[in-house]
């Protein structure tokens, strides 16, 4: 390579997984970070780079290794990707599918050999649990050396849970904690919903992303990683993230943040500790019982709504009719607004006698909801069957209620579930 290039190429299991989708989502992150970004894309194909261009205001070049040789290639990535900050390369069609059946030349695989450049599988997830662990370990054994150096699991449901969960019990004996490489902008989700489906553990299980890719002179994903690994290695039992040295309940964290290294906060709990210069200075000890409790049922069928001011309750109606359980995330301390366009008391209602679940919960991230302060709250929390979320993060809602759900329908039996702490997840009851 005559320039430097930073560099990675995203590819797929095949076509149609998201490979397109993935790779303009990554461009705009990075043209909005302030980068200067150069595409490619594998092969002969003319319409992905017109995605890319549309993207990054620039022209997204061809590595076709049908008619290029390794040398080629290379000088092709160094010509139009040296100088910039950072270069996205596109495969086509499967990882390993090149010029005919039983063929990987001119591949993706092929081009990132060629290029020794770092490669991040994308694999949809949907409709899958734990067959996804064995399509990824298939890509990752196929070939000596893969090149595959992280995953990016797209069209994700509830089932992604239980895979996560899943892996852990495979293996739980044969470890003494467990790290979770994540993205910042579901990690929450899923820190609460293993706090569910794996509780009690005495290992720990530490959930850690970063803001900036690892390829960045400035990234922080070395330190997080190095952070949950010492966390990992400790006497840490439970769920936790481990983030910008902080240690934070898998039940209580948040992102708070889009883009500083500050990106999450534990919302109304204190952290479980720090870790200042490669220690570790723990403030809570987890409790843990000495053989976790794992669970692999859940129900994804839930909903989250934010009211807005002056909105009639045609979408509440709708999540209702389409789900089983809906939170609503409302002003203040909570309630449900009249307005004349519609009553949200009565739809909430309807969905009840139907057999739905509804959680009222606020929009406000710190100190929680309270019906019982004004009228549109205690009115329905006297005459309604619903739940109240408390000091309870909406992430540990709706983790909480699909876990719930996977294990009954019965309401008394959904309440008591509901309002039993898991993981200091809720401190003030009914």
């Given amino acids: 390579m005559e320039r430097r290039v930073n560099r990675l ?25 302030g980068l200067d970004v150069g595409a490619f894309k594998c092969g002969p194909d003319y319409i992905d780079p017109m995605f890319h261009s549309r993207v990054i205001g620039a022209k997204s070049a061809n590595l076709d290794g049908f008619f290029f040789s390794p040398n080629t290639l290379r000088h092709l990535l160094a010509k139009n990707g040296g100088g910039r900050d950072v270069s996205v390369i596109e495969g086509a069609m499967g990882f390993y599918d090149g010029a005919g059946l039983a063929s990987t030349r001119a591949s993706a695989w092929e081009t990132a050999r060629s290029t020794d450049t ?68 579901t990690m929450a989700y899923t820190a609460a919903a293993l706090s569910y489906l794996v509780q009690g553990s005495p290992k720990p299980i530490v959930l850690t992303g970063a803001q900036r890719p690892i390829g960045f002179d400035s990234t922080d994903s070395k330190t997080n990683l190095m952070d949950a690994v010492r966390c990992a290695s400790e006497d840490l039992p439970g769920v936790s993230i481990v983030f910008d040295g902080k240690v934070i309940p898998g039940t209580r964290a ?5 883009k500083s290294f500050q990106a999450f906060s534990s919302i109304n709990y204190p952290l479980l500790g720090m870790v200042r210069d490669g220690r570790i200075i723990r403030y809570i000890r987890p409790e843990a019982r000495a053989v976790p409790q794992f669970y692999d049922k859940v129900n994804p069928r839930v909903a989250l709504m934010k009211l807005i001011p002056g909105a009639d309750c045609g979408a509440a109606a709708y999540l209702l009719e389409h789900n089983d359980a809906l939170i609503i995330e409302s002003f203040g301390v909570g309630g449900l607004p009249t307005y004349k ?16 679940t509804v959680v009222m919960t606020t929009q406000v991230e710190n100190e929680g909801s309270d019906l019982s302060v004004y009228h549109v709250g205690s009115s329905i929390k006297r005459n309604l069957p619903i739940l109240e979320a408390y000091d309870m993060t909406t992430e540990a809602v709706c983790a909480k209620l699909m876990w719930i759900l996977g294990q009954t329908t019965d309401r008394k039996w959904v309440e008591d579930l509901f309002y039993t702490p898991v993981a200091w997840d809720i401190l003030t009851g009914k």
């Avoid at 149609?16 to 043209?31: E, H, I, N, P, Y």
């Avoid at 995953?151 to 044969?174: D, K, P, Q, W």
């Fill in 341 to 356: 366009a519609g009553d949200y008391y009565d739809t909430v209602k309807a969905g009840l006698d139907a057999g739905k």
């Fill in 254 to 258: 948040k992102k708070t943040r889009s």
């Fill in 118 to 185: 770092p490669v991040v599988l994308v694999v949809p997830a949907r409709g899958a649990a734990l067959s996804v662990l064995a399509v990824i370990q298939g890509f990752l054994d196929f070939q000596g050396d893969s090149g595959v150096r992280g995953v990016l699991l797209n069209r994700c449901a509830a089932s992604t849970y239980r895979a996560l969960a899943g892996a852990i019990r495979e293996r739980y004996r044969e470890f003494d904690g467990f790290v979770v490489a994540h993205g910042t902008d």
């Fill in 9 to 33: 190429l995203l590819a797929g299991t095949g076509s149609g997984c998201g490979k397109t989708t993935a790779v303009c989502a990554v461009l705009q992150a990075l043209v909005n970070r």
